[in-house]
C-alpha cells in the first residue's frame, strides 16, 4: 500500500516559518513529480508548488512566490515545503501529492494529474 506522509505543520505566528515534508512508504517516488496543495475550512483544495522528478523544475501558485519554496531529495525520498513570512490566510491542511507523469506548468495545478494524496498536516497562522 502507497502512502504520502506529511509532517511539519503547526501554529505559527503571523510573519513565522514552518517546514512541511512529505516520506512517501512503500515505494520510492524519486521518478514521480510532487506538489503541496491546500484546503481552507469551505473552500477547494487548491494548488501550492509542485516540483519534476529531478528538481529542476518548480512551480508555484501566485500567492505563495517568494515566500515558499518546494524542494526534494530523492536519496532521502523526501519532499519539502519551506514557508516563510507566512499570512492568517495561508491557514489551511496542506496535502502532498504524487504524480507519475512529467507536468508541466499547466497542468501541475491540476488535482486530477496526481495519482497519490496524504492525509494533510494542519498549518495554523494566527495573527
Known amino acids: 500500500q502507497v502512502q504520502l506522509v506529511e509532517s511539519g505543520g503547526g501554529l505559527v505566528q503571523v510573519g513565522g516559518s514552518l517546514k512541511l515534508s512529505c516520506a512517501p512508504s512503500g515505494r520510492t517516488f524519486s521518478r514521480y513529480a510532487m506538489a503541496w496543495f491546500c484546503q481552507a475550512p469551505g473552500k477547494e483544495r487548491e494548488f501550492v508548488a509542485a516540483?519534476?522528478?529531478?528538481?529542476?523544475?518548480?512551480y508555484y501558485a501566485e500567492s505563495v512566490k517568494g515566500r515558499f519554496t518546494i524542494s526534494r531529495d530523492n536519496a532521502k525520498n523526501t519532499v519539502y515545503l519551506q514557508m516563510n513570512s507566512l499570512k492568517p490566510e495561508d491557514t489551511a491542511v496542506y496535502y502532498c501529492a504524487a504524480a507519475r507523469t512529467t507536468l508541466s506548468s499547466s497542468t501541475s495545478i491540476v488535482r486530477s494529474a496526481y495519482d497519490y494524496w496524504g492525509q494533510g498536516t494542519q498549518v495554523t497562522v494566527s495573527s
Open positions: 516540483i519534476s522528478w529531478s528538481g529542476i523544475s518548480t
